[in-house]
Every structure is written in C-alpha cells, then in structure tokens.
C-alpha cells in the first residue's frame, strides 16, 4: 500500500493546490507546536523529582509508535521525508520524558 501526500501539479485545479499548501503548513505548525508541547512535562516532572504519577509503559508506548510510524514511513518513500523527521523527533522526545521517567525512579 502506497501511502503519498498529493502534490500540485499543472492540470489542478487552483483551490486543490491551495488546499494541499494549508495542509502541509497546518502540519509543520502543529508538528512544531507538539515537540514543544514536551517540554512542559519535562520540567515538571524533572522539578519535582517525582515521577510517579507518569506510566512508563505509555511512554513507552508512545517511543514505540512513534519509531515504528518513522521507519514505516521511511520503508514506503525510500528516502527521509518531513514526516519521517517529524516521528522521528516525536520519538526523542517520548525516550527523553521516559528516561527521566525511570531515571527519578531509580
């Protein structure tokens, strides 16, 4: 199965390209708003030095997700796209809040 964000070509119709110019822009902002959207947690977690009200194993999960969605998505174009990066970011960000997570455990 081929999975392909539609580009804009010649034949279509101008309200399509516009359209495809949101969606790829409504994706890169909320992307970048979501990698920030750790950082919260991070330091709170890391300021009060107590983690337990955290799952490890849903961050866990989400690592696993994350990286997997990333090499999917990878295996389907053969080559390193935004939306690979983007996962692949998610998936550092889930490891860090995960590390610490165990780490203020130990």
Known sequence: MQVRLATCHPPRVPARCRYLAVLAW???????????????????????????????????????????????????????TRAVAVNACNAMMCFATLVLILALRM
């Open 26 to 80: 409504s994706f890169a902002l909320f992307n970048a708003l979501r990698l920030l959207a750790y950082l919260p947690t991070i330091w709170a977690i890391y300021t009060s030095g107590d983690s337990q009200q955290h799952s490890w194993f849903t961050w866990l999960t989400w690592v696993g997700a994350n990286v997997t969605m990333a090499a999917w998505l990878y295996e389907d174009a053969q080559r390193w």
